[in-house]
Nanobody, 123 residues
Framework: QVQLVESGGGLVQAGGSLRLSCAASGSTSSINVMGWYRQAPGKQRELVATIDNGGSTNYADSVKGRFTISRDNARNTVYLQMNSLKPEDTAVYYC?????????????????WGQGTQVTVSP
């Protein structure tokens, strides 16, 4: 089991910055990938950024060049630095931890989610 606690959301004007943090506890040594997803009202949850154990990162096209994901393995914490925020970035942001395991002849994923933190960007 993995528990995730997010912090750092809030209200900011367009062009501003916020940094989200997500602290993991429990079976953290089993985590392969950590990331951030977001869900705006009336929309599906979408990937924002991920980072794996080797430090490789992946970003949604909409945030490339503005957001940076990083990971402190010693503290079991992942961060999302968000710069040049836009009103369309407004959403609930969820931290994700993914464990990959082999079962039944194939690799499978087990996902854990934080409770979410609201980010609101005003025009």
């Amino acid at each position: 089991q993995v528990q995730l606690v997010e912090s750092g959301g809030g209200l900011v004007q367009a062009g501003g910055s916020l940094r989200l943090s997500c602290a993991a506890s429990g079976s953290t040594s089993s985590i392969n990938v950590m990331g951030w997803y977001r869900q705006a009202p009336g929309k599906q949850r979408e990937l924002v950024a991920t980072i794996d154990n080797g430090g490789s990162t992946n970003y949604a096209d909409s945030v490339k060049g503005r957001f940076t994901i990083s990971r402190d393995n010693a503290r079991n914490t992942v961060y999302l630095q968000m710069n040049s925020l836009k009103p369309e970035d407004t959403a609930v942001y969820y931290c994700n931890a993914r464990i990959r395991y082999y079962f039944g002849g194939t690799y499978r994923n087990r996902d854990y989610w934080g409770q979410g933190t609201q980010v609101t960007v005003s025009p």
